[in-house]
């Protein structure tokens, strides 16, 4: 076996999670919405387990052809080529509805813009955050 046939040129990527069928899929690279940042991963990758933030999981194939999901915490597990996610939710660029989401942003900026006694900030500001980041997805930005 020469040099060039050791050098693994694709990741396994399965992105799994509650009330979903996995998604699995082949990547030359993974940019995952990390808890502490996004990180990216290549072949080769140091083993690594980390928490997932509230982002942007993207990947591109060989050719630069690009999934994206939005993603909603969790854990990344990246070990011998494979990078398995494991999300409190995790949605296709396909499965979003953008005008849906546009709605959901405007009813939380209107719930925190004028807020009364019966307003959970934090969930209004978690629904926000959610809408902001299904919107990356769909404009294929990472934020």
Request: net charge negative; proline share 4%.
């Amino acid at each position: 076996m020469t040099d060039d046939e050791n050098i693994v040129s694709n990741i396994q990527v399965e992105i799994s999670a509650p009330e979903r069928e996995p998604v699995q899929f082949e990547a030359a690279e993974v940019a995952v919405p990390g808890g502490e940042g996004v990180f990216t991963v290549l072949p080769g990758h140091t083993p690594l387990l980390a928490t997932l933030g509230m982002g942007v999981l993207a990947a591109w194939d060989a050719d630069g052809e690009a999934k994206f999901f939005a993603i909603n915490g969790g854990f990344v597990e990246v070990l011998d080529n494979r990078v398995v996610v494991l999300a409190a939710t995790a949605e296709s660029e396909e499965e979003l509805d953008e005008e849906r989401a546009k709605a959901a942003l405007v009813r939380a900026e209107e719930r925190l813009r004028k807020p009364d006694e019966d307003t959970d900030i934090h969930r209004a500001e978690a629904a926000l955050s959610r809408a902001m980041n299904r919107i990356a997805v769909k404009g294929r930005e990472m934020f």
